[in-house]
Structures are given as structure tokens and as C-alpha cells.
Nanobody, 123 residues
Framework: QVQLVESGGGLVQAGGSLRLSCAASGGTFTNYAMAWFRQAPGEERESVAATSWNGGLKYYTDSVKGRFTISRDNAKNTVYLQMNSLNAEDTAVYFC????????????????WGQGTQVTVSS
């Protein structure tokens, strides 16, 4: 079983930056693709970014391209989401997920999830 713990969320002004971290334990980190999803109140969970086990494949949803960067440090069993130029539409709970298969736009198919971290962008 893989356990995922997110950190780094918080309140930031529009135009600001945050870096989310997700620490994994309980499995072989390099076996897993990793992803970030988000869910705003009243909305469905949506894909934000994903990376294959070695970072060779990366996915970003259109609304974050050029602003967000996903990266992973396999030596530290951690995946990151650097978020720049934040706006109010980025306000959501952000979840880290892991799965043996890289399926970036299918949140329902990811097997392991963190508890989520709140990101609030004030305008």
C-alpha cells in the first residue's frame, strides 16, 4: 500500500506562487506514475498535472500550462507542483495520486490518494 501526504497549501494573493509537495511511503516510488488533481466546491475532481515514473512523460491541463510545473525527486520519494501566477480559479483542494499506470486525464482510475491540501487564491 502506498501512503501519500500532501503539504504546501495555503492562502495566497492572485499572481502569487505556491509549491505543493507530496511525500510517498509504503511502496517503490519509481514504480508509480504520480499526479495532481484538484476539486473546487461543487465541481468534479479534475486532472491538473501528471508525470510518469521517470518524469519522461508529463501532462498539464490547458488552464495551467505555462504556470504550473510538476516534478519528482525519486531519491526523496516526493512529487512537487510548482504553481505560479495563481488566480482565483485555481482555488481548490489539491490531491496527490499514485498509480502503476500513467493515465493523466482519468482521475477515477488512480489507485492511491492523499488527503488533500487546500489552496485558496484571493483576488
Amino acid at each position: 500500500q502506498v501512503q501519500l501526504v500532501e503539504s504546501g497549501g495555503g492562502l495566497v494573493q492572485a499572481g502569487g506562487s505556491l509549491r505543493l509537495s507530496c511525500a510517498a511511503s509504503g511502496g517503490t516510488f519509481t514504480n508509480y506514475a504520480m499526479a495532481w488533481f484538484r476539486q473546487a466546491p461543487g465541481e468534479e475532481r479534475e486532472s491538473v498535472a501528471a508525470t510518469s515514473w521517470n518524469g519522461g512523460l508529463k501532462y498539464y491541463t490547458d488552464s495551467v500550462k505555462g504556470r504550473f510545473t510538476i516534478s519528482r525527486d525519486n531519491a526523496k520519494n516526493t512529487v512537487y507542483l510548482q504553481m505560479n501566477s495563481l488566480n482565483a480559479e485555481d482555488t481548490a483542494v489539491y490531491f496527490c495520486a499514485a498509480d502503476l499506470r500513467y493515465r493523466p486525464d482519468a482521475p477515477g482510475l488512480w489507485g492511491y490518494w492523499g488527503q488533500g491540501t487546500q489552496v485558496t487564491v484571493s483576488s
